[in-house]
């Protein structure tokens, strides 16, 4: 229970930050098979798969909304030592996915696959560098429905492994207002200020849905390929998770490099992979 709650939480923070993919983490932690499988077979097999994506839920919305408040001050005063943390992190998972291969010789397809969606992901780590201009959250049916089709998009992206749905968020202008109004609304929560906190549901209700929908809708075509190219699947996720630390690197803003930011940031990486390497065993 405790270890999946931390695995949740270890993907939820992913979840918020650009440049890193939640899928990615989910494979590192050793559950995106069996949390597909979950989400597909909700309710053919319900009580098994709320007793495993339950607690990865709850640690997941933990980590997004101390996230909130924590990530952007680690990121603006130690940047290098939180980014190589990721990095950790991700590479963390590259043994787990080695062991599913078992140790055969790739096909030409599996090599062309998994360079594919390495620069899948470093262009798309290119392009948005740029962010958006920032999104109109008002109230307003207009604005709910961009809110639900958001979730939908930035979702299905959360599930893809090393697709950062945070990154497609900030390129489609929605990543600081979605991230204000998850801050707004746990202060005004805190404070019982009820002004605030139904402002905070009226953004984070109809996104809420629509990352719902986009889960399920995504989640039972990421089955189909595992059931009939399960090969071509982990290339690509390898191709993934090895573009993923040049994604965080095109996308992050790093100071000048000191012996104490090489040397601690260097170990943040070291514990980072171990992190990752422990709970995906």
Do not use: W
């Amino acid at each position: 229970m405790i270890k999946s709650i931390l695995k949740g939480m270890v993907i939820g923070i992913a979840n918020i930050v650009p440049g890193v993919s939640g899928g990615t983490m989910m494979v590192a932690m050793g559950i995106y098979d069996k949390l597909i499988h979950c989400i597909t077979h909700l309710f053919s097999e319900f009580k098994k798969s709320v007793m495993f994506v339950l607690p990865i839920g709850i640690g997941m919305l933990v980590a997004i909304a101390a996230s909130s408040f924590v990530l952007s001050e680690m990121f603006e005063n130690i940047p290098i030592q939180t980014n190589l943390l990721f990095v950790g992190l991700i590479l963390g998972g590259l043994p787990a996915i080695l062991k599913k291969l078992k140790g055969g010789m790739p096909r030409v397809g599996h090599i062309i696959t998994a360079l594919l969606f390495f620069a899948l992901v470093v262009g798309t780590a290119i392009i948005g560098e740029t962010e958006g201009n920032a999104a109109d959250l008002s109230f307003g049916l207009v604005n709910v429905l961009k809110l639900l089709g958001t979730g939908i998009i930035a979702s299905a992206t959360m599930v893809i492994p090393g697709v950062s749905g945070s990154m497609v968020l900030m390129l489609m202008g929605f990543y600081q207002p979605i991230l204000d109004a998850i801050k707004s609304f746990f202060t005004s929560l805190a404070a019982m200020d009820m002004d605030g906190i139904l402002t905070g549901l009226g953004i984070l209700v109809p996104f809420g849905i629509g990352i719902v929908i986009g889960v399920f809708a995504i989640a039972k075509l990421v089955e189909i390929i595992f059931k009939k190219f399960p090969l071509y699947a982990y290339y690509a996720i390898i191709g993934l998770i090895v573009a993923s630390p040049f994604a965080i690197y095109l996308m992050g803003e790093f100071p000048a490099v000191t012996a104490f930011s090489a040397i601690t940031g260097v170990l943040a990486l070291v514990v980072g992979f171990f992190v990752a390497y422990k709970l995906g065993e």
